[in-house]
């Protein structure tokens, strides 16, 4: 088994990369799904955050509030790491459940968009890195995901560097280009990646 931490910036491009490496017969482990599902109604993951937080972070129907949540993590570093210590050792059990459920030929990806930023790199056998320029970022931001250009430029500085990433890449995906560039530069990654896990197992 082959274990693969994918990362990219904001707008780079991840989820395109992600989709098309199951398309391939990759694993697909989502970091960022699990840590919804954690938090689930009835999950001993949302009770947690209710202890920590209050009720005031569920919605009428017993759901999290993500927003109201958001309000009070996204500027107080203390809440957040509050919040990181309930969640984080859940995505982390969890996706090592997945894990266990692989075969041992298996490229299994971990999709985590805050892999650099939390210092994950050391977990995985290899990093790939989607990378696109703060400009290209910044446009498909505003373009796609119809964010102001002020909204995007704070949640891409909230995040790592370009040059951060790029530093603990194996294997770096340029996505500047239009959408039919990036197939090909994938399955190139791909085929590399397979054959790294058939040597592996």
Not at 132 to 148: C, H, I, K, N
Not at 154 to 159: C, H, K, L, T, W
Request: overall charge negative; glycine content about 10%; charged content about 25%.
């Amino acid at each position: 088994m082959l274990k693969v931490g994918l990362t990219g910036g904001i707008g780079a491009g991840k989820s395109e990369v992600s989709r098309l490496f199951v398309s391939y017969g990759a694993v697909l482990i989502d970091a960022d799904r699990i840590a919804r599902e954690v938090v689930e109604p009835g999950t001993p993951g949302l009770r947690a955050v209710v202890a920590e937080f209050g009720d005031g972070i569920l919605t009428a129907e017993g759901a999290l509030d993500r927003p109201a949540l958001g309000a009070i993590v996204f500027n107080d570093p203390e809440r957040l790491a509050a919040l990181n210590a309930i969640v984080h050792p859940l995505v982390g059990a969890r996706s090592a459940e997945l894990e266990g459920l692989a075969g041992p030929g298996d490229v299994v990806v971990h999709d985590v968009p805050l892999l650099t930023e939390n210092g994950l790199a050391p977990l995985y056998d290899l990093v790939v890195v989607v990378d696109a320029s703060p400009e290209t970022q910044l446009d498909r931001l505003v373009r796609f995901r119809g964010m102001t250009e002020p909204e995007a430029r704070a949640r891409m500085s909230a995040q790592a560097t370009r040059a951060q990433r790029r530093a603990v890449a194996d294997l770096v995906i340029d996505n500047d280009g239009p959408l039919e560039a990036l197939e090909p530069q994938v399955r190139t990654v791909w085929e590399e990646l397979r054959q790294r896990a058939a040597d592996a197992s």
